[in-house]
Each structure stands twice: as C-alpha cells, then as structure tokens.
C-alpha cells in the first residue's frame, strides 16, 4: 500500500515542474538520474555482490533499462503534460491486457474465457475513459504517448521475467534505472536545464516550492522508496496479491491530481475507469502461465 502511494504521486509532482518550464524530457533525466545514483550508492554500500553482472546478461539489462525503466518515465511524462494524470495512468494499466495478448499469441499459450473477458471490459473502459465516440477530444499526443507508457510497462514485466529469473530484483532495479538514466540524458543533457526555472515555484494545490524541491520529492518518495516498498512487499506477498494491491494507485493517483491539481475524471470516465480496473484485475488473476503484474513497474 506504501509502495502505491508513493507511485501515485509521480503525476502530481512532476507535472507542475512542467508546468514551470521543464520538458518532460528534463523531468524524467533528473528523476531517473538523481534515482540511479542514490540506489547505486545504496546498494554498492549495503551489498555491493548483487552488482556484478555477467557477459551475457548486459543486452538483457540494457533492454530492461531502455524500455522498462527509461522508456516509460519518458512517455509518461510526456503522456501527463498534455492529458490528465488520471488518465495518463490509466492508459499505462492497459498493460495486462498486452502481457495477455503476447502470451496468446506469441507463446501460444491457451488463454480461459475469464481473460478474454477481462480484455473485453478493459477495452470497453478504455474507450469510455477515452471517450471515443465525441471525436477523441482529449490531446492525440497525449493518448499515445499514454499506450505507449503501457507497451513499456509490459516490456518490463515480460524482460524483468525472463532477468529476475537468475537476478536479485534490487540488482535489476538498480541497473535499470542507471541504464534508463544514461539514455534520457543523452535526449536531454543535464546541462540544458534552465537553472532560472528551478527556483521557480512548482504549483502543487496550496503549496509553492521551488521546482528543484518538487524534483528532489519526486526522485525520492515517487521513485526511490516506491521501488523499495515494492520490493520490500514482494517478500512477504505473493505477486499476485502484491499486484492486485498496485490498483490502489490509480485510485490515489487520480484523488491527488483532483485535490492538487484541479484535474478531475467526468462521471463517464470515472465509470470507464472502474471497467477498465476490473478487466485489468480479472487478466491479472487468470493469467495462465504467470502473475501479471500491474500498475507503476515494480520488480518481481
């Protein structure tokens, strides 16, 4: 539950530092960035052993960083900049349906009636969030920059699969988001942040902070101690349960963006969200071959 708040508080703390001036390029380096040397530091302190890679492993974590890790901060921030955080977030939980989809058809692997079922509702919640049939109003960017957030997040669980199975899951993580930050710094230097826009105030409800503080959260309560929550969760949870538990994210994450944002779900989309939530968990539980994990990446 820890582990989802403070997942759900990535749209709230980095929009506003777009809002300020940054791209969503700059938000995503300096939180991957600040994220990777702090878990480096870390781990090399606490246990150094679970670092070492092997030959063959390095093009398994440079996908699992590329796509799992800095490819979906990436769109989704670029996703929050120009839709609504609740709805960014609930195109990233199309996941499941993905995973499913490439279980089916990829790995052959015969899926229940239940999964199929629960496809049918998350497209079904999807088009009402979305709100298809009045033109697709809200930014075109935004929506795909949203399904593209869900085609990462299922790379990472499919990559993180096939890693975890002969690497320790804070090792993983802790590659993958010092891979994911080398890549979004080559899109956007450290250097070419405007360093007038970090003292700027970051808009969050009634509070002002400067935009380097809002960063600094963002790294440490949106990133850090969310991927350690997680990890923590998944040695006394089944995967399954963990997962299930992630959905409490989305509700967070949209009661956040209401209350601090002003960003709230219409009656429709709000309906569609409950639909698309319920299709996502029914996949999740009757996936056939493995758990699938939902919401904001978490290592397991």
Same mark, same amino acid.
Request: net charge positive; hydrophobic share 60%; proline share 9%.
């Given at each position: 539950m820890l582990s989802a708040l403070f997942f759900s508080t990535s749209g709230t703390l980095g929009k506003p530092t777009m809002v300020a001036g940054l791209t969503p390029q700059q938000v995503a380096a300096v939180r991957l960035g600040l994220s990777a040397l702090v878990l480096f530091a870390a781990v090399g302190i *606490? +246990?150094?052993?679970? =670092?070492?890679?092997?030959? %063959?492993?390095?093009? =398994?974590?440079?996908?699992?960083?590329?796509?799992? $890790? %800095?490819?979906?901060?990436? $769109?989704?921030?670029i996703a929050t900049s120009r839709i609504p955080v609740g709805i960014a977030i609930l195109l990233e939980f199309v996941s499941p349906v993905l995973i499913a989809l490439w #279980?089916?058809?990829v790995r052959k692997v015969h899926?229940? +009636?239940a999964v199929w079922g629960g496809i049918a509702l998350a497209m079904i919640g999807l088009i009402l969030v979305a709100q298809v049939w009045q033109g697709l109003r809200l930014d075109a960017l935004g929506l795909l920059a949203g399904f593209g957030a869900a085609l990462c997040s299922a790379g990472y669980f499919l990559i993180g699969e096939r890693g975890l199975a002969s690497r320790h899951p804070l090792g993983m993580v802790t590659w993958g988001m010092g891979i994911g930050a080398l890549a979004v710094? !080559? *899109? /956007?230097?450290?250097? #070419?942040?405007? $360093?007038? *826009?970090?003292?700027?105030?970051? !808009?969050?409800?009634?509070?002002?902070?400067?935009?380097? @503080? /809002?960063?600094?959260?963002?790294?440490? *309560?949106?990133? @850090?101690? /969310?991927?350690?929550?997680?990890?923590?969760?998944?040695?006394?949870?089944?995967?399954a349960i963990a997962s299930v538990l992630g959905l409490v994210e989305v509700i967070l994450a949209n009661i956040l963006a209401w209350i601090l944002l002003g960003e709230a779900l219409t009656v429709v989309?709000? $309906? %569609?969200? @409950?639909?698309?939530?319920a299709g996502a968990t029914l996949v999740q539980l009757k996936s056939p071959d493995h758990q699938v994990a939902i919401g904001e990446p978490l290592p397991g």
């Open positions: *606490v +246990k150094p052993s679970i =670092l070492k890679v092997g030959k %063959g492993e390095w093009r =398994l974590l440079i996908a699992y960083g590329l796509i799992g $890790v %800095g490819g979906i901060q990436l $769109v989704y921030f #279980t089916r058809f899926l229940a +009636k710094c !080559v *899109v /956007a230097p450290p250097w #070419t942040i405007p $360093v007038r *826009v970090l003292t700027e105030p970051a !808009v969050i409800g009634p509070w002002h902070p400067p935009v380097w @503080v /809002a960063l600094v959260a963002l790294m440490l *309560v949106g990133t @850090v101690l /969310a991927y350690l929550a997680g990890i923590s969760a998944l040695q006394y949870l089944p995967a989309q709000a $309906v %569609g969200a @409950v639909v698309l939530l």
